[in-house]
């Protein structure tokens, strides 16, 4: 019913940039919050950043003055322009929605994309 198309992944730099941008498709849903985690080899899941009802943001601190995401409610979008990459910053990167489904208000599932490869190096 919902899939999240991700892009944007690739090699880059330390100190370099990065945009990934993320489509929800589908039809019979509505987007609560929006964004991104991310898993580093050898370690657990972690978010990275989220627009919740398309305005309020949320970061992890490691990445609060470098990355902005931002939300194209019309086309169920978000991207995450990442600046000043770090090798940490390695890892693949997840897509992340939570929906609402209309004519189903009793929940609201959570919706993964199938990751995109950011490799900070050298």
């Known amino acids: 019913q919902v899939q999240l198309v991700e892009s944007g992944g690739g090699l880059v730099q330390p100190g370099g940039s990065l945009r990934l941008s993320c489509a929800a498709t589908?039809?019979?849903?509505?987007?609560?919050?929006m964004g991104w985690h991310r898993q580093a080899p050898g370690k657990e899941r972690e978010l990275v950043a989220r627009?919740?009802?398309?305005?309020?943001?949320n970061y992890a601190d490691s990445v609060q003055d470098r990355f902005t995401i931002t939300s194209d409610s019309a086309k169920n979008t978000v991207h995450l322009q990442m600046s000043s990459l770090k090798p940490e910053d390695t890892g693949v990167y997840y897509c992340?929605?939570?929906?609402?489904?209309?004519?189903?208000?009793?929940?609201?599932?959570?919706?993964w994309g199938h990751g995109t490869l950011v490799t900070v190096s050298s």
């Open positions: 627009v919740i009802n398309h305005r309020i943001t």
């Open positions: 992340n929605a939570v929906v609402a489904v209309r004519g189903s208000a009793s929940t609201n599932p959570t919706v």
């Open positions: 589908g039809s019979g849903f509505s987007i609560i919050t």
